[in-house]
């Protein structure tokens, strides 16, 4: 005990300012305040303190040390950042400084910078950090569960049920790499993550984990063994994964129509070398439904909901980045395997193959935890190095500075359009605006000023506008929505804002793409049937109200059994 205490002690001595500052931005998003709808709020937050963070402790480095060493490892990994970075700006879907995902892409590339200056002593303090927050996390996750369900996904952590296994089964791995020694700490604490993991009911991680323990296992018997083990295995892994397909099968047909969706759609061969820019993937993500859609058959009509991402992030880099951007993803994790084989790493091996598996049936990249965790494990061992240039050749100076300058202007509008956000959603629940039109008209024109590119904020503008009637103002901020992030629901309301303007061609067509874009609903039919029934078409009329009597109910619900007797008994009535 008294060992124990002397280190911890030790450890406090040997932190920084820097240091503690990366602590209270991994507390940050260990522990959320923050509920569902406030995510891009947390993001911005998140990227603004890790840039600000992470340049302080690059200039501190480079200072002291007057110069920077890098290995091939990491010129790959700056060359995808530089890359996706480049392409964005030159795309047509930055919206700066809206796209929350270039913010983040510069953020964790500040991050890796900082790492790979980072000495054996500082990742070793790094890395008690993450094994902090990785406690803190799964405390705050038991307690959400035994406390309520519900909650978790009120306000709940920056990871979801699923994200948090993905964290987790990489985390695993890192893990056990540094653990030097195989005492009762270890294991229990091991046991607990494994545990876990199970709780999460998270398919994806625990084949990535069972796929990883198998290569760990390859490592260890003699040729002689290694096909037959390898096979049995194999076979296993085969029974287990066919067991999980079993117990959702609509999961997995939901991934592989996302991915067809897709692939398939013309826009994914815009741009095809350089991408379409990043974030786009997630804005478009309905469209690509939506143009599948057409001509599916009902089952997979059935499978499309609302989401924000092709659950494969290698699909997905391929639209945000283009053939360039996915080949050098692909090369950095085929190098960084190949990188810990040779140095038998075995652990961190199996931690990269974890991710590479995540990467396929999920979006690990979502989840700023993931990134860090990957970042911070592509440091590891870092050899081959050699000098570039230091802080004294004038050329390196004069572009530092500009770089800094540029990252300093980056954080300020970051924390502008933060401080609008946390504004936005001070007001964003309030009904004062029907009974305070002008001090509403007043603070909505402020904040849309600034959040103009944000389509959440126009929608709720939007929604406010109709309660006042205002359907003109109303449609203007629906069109704009609708073009950076087309969903069904901003549809129906577009349409409803086109019927009550007398637009009744246009209201008819935004009612039937939202039936395209999520066919599985009946809202939009119901909104359909009622502006035919107003037109008088009884033909068209009739169809529809036929049409929602026959098509199947995913999701029972009262709304469905009230619309659903709602067309029952208009053609009973004809």
Not at 404 to 415: A, D, H, M, N, R
Request: aromatic fraction near 18%; charged fraction near 15%; hydrophobic fraction near 50%.
């Amino acid at each position: 005990m008294k060992k124990l205490l002397l280190h911890k002690i030790k450890f406090f001595k040997i932190i920084s300012t820097n240091d503690i500052a990366l602590l209270a931005v991994s507390v940050l998003f260990a522990l959320r305040w923050f509920p569902n709808n406030h995510r891009n709020l947390f993001f911005f937050i998140f990227s603004g303190l890790s840039i600000l963070a992470a340049l302080i402790f690059i200039v501190k480095k480079n200072i002291r040390k007057s110069y920077w060493k890098l290995d091939t490892k990491y010129i790959l990994i700056f060359v995808f950042f530089i890359f996706s970075i480049l392409s964005t700006i030159f795309s047509s879907v930055l919206y700066f400084p809206d796209n929350k995902n270039f913010i983040l892409y510069l953020a964790y590339f500040l991050i890796f910078m900082a790492f790979s200056l980072t000495n054996a002593v500082e990742r070793k303090i790094l890395f008690g950090m993450f094994n902090l927050l990785v406690v803190l996390v799964i405390i705050q996750y038991i307690l959400i569960l035994l406390i309520n369900k519900d909650y978790y996904t009120i306000y709940g952590l920056t990871l979801n049920k699923s994200t948090l296994a993905n964290v987790l089964a990489i985390y695993f791995f890192i893990f056990l790499h540094n653990s030097k020694k195989i005492n009762i700490f270890n294991v229990v604490y091991a046991t607990i993550l494994i545990l876990v993991i199970l709780s999460t009911g998270s398919r994806t991680a625990i084949i990535a984990v069972l796929l990883s323990l198998i290569v760990i296992f390859s490592f260890k018997f003699d040729r002689k063994q290694l096909f037959s083990s390898v096979s049995i295995l194999g076979i296993v892994l085969g029974g287990i994964v066919y067991g999980l397909y079993l117990w959702r099968p609509d999961s997995v047909k939901g991934r592989l129509l996302l991915w067809k969706a897709f692939l398939s759609s013309s826009e994914s061969i815009k741009d095809l070398f350089f991408g379409r820019g990043l974030g786009y993937s997630e804005f478009k993500t309905q469209m690509f439904l939506k143009s599948y859609l057409q001509n599916s058959n009902t089952p997979e009509q059935l499978l499309a909901g609302s989401t924000f991402s092709p659950m494969n992030e290698y699909v997905q880099i391929f639209i945000d980045s283009g053939i360039i951007g996915a080949f050098l993803f692909i090369v950095i994790l085929v190098f960084t395997s190949y990188y810990f084989i040779i140095r038998k790493k075995l652990f961190l091996l199996a931690a990269n193959i974890s991710f590479m598996s995540i990467c396929f049936f999920s979006y690990p990249l979502y989840s700023p935890f993931i990134w860090i965790l990957l970042l911070f494990f592509w440091t590891f061992n870092n050899e081959m190095k050699y000098k570039v240039f230091g802080y004294k050749n004038l050329y390196f100076r004069t572009i530092a500075v500009f770089i800094i300058c540029f990252l300093l202007f980056t954080v300020f509008k970051i924390s502008v359009h933060s401080f609008y956000l946390i504004k936005w959603n001070n007001v964003q629940s309030k009904v004062d605006y029907l009974y305070d039109e002008p001090g509403f008209q007043k603070t909505y024109t402020i904040l849309n000023k600034q959040l103009s590119n944000t389509p959440d904020f126009l929608s709720d503008y939007a929604q406010k506008l109709q309660a006042l009637s205002r359907y003109d103002q109303s449609k203007k901020m629906l069109e704009k929505a609708v073009r950076i992030e087309p969903t069904a629901e901003r549809l129906m309301l577009l349409g409803y804002d086109c019927e009550m303007l007398d637009f009744y061609d246009k209201a008819e067509y935004y009612y039937k793409n939202a039936i395209q874009t999520q066919p599985k609903l009946f809202r939009p039919r119901y909104l359909l049937l009622k502006l035919y029934i107003k037109l008088d078409k009884r033909t068209l009329a009739k169809d529809v109200a036929t049409n929602i009597l026959l098509f199947p109910v995913k999701v029972p619900s009262q709304e469905v059994k009230d619309i659903k007797m709602a067309a029952k008994n208009y053609l009973s009535g004809i």
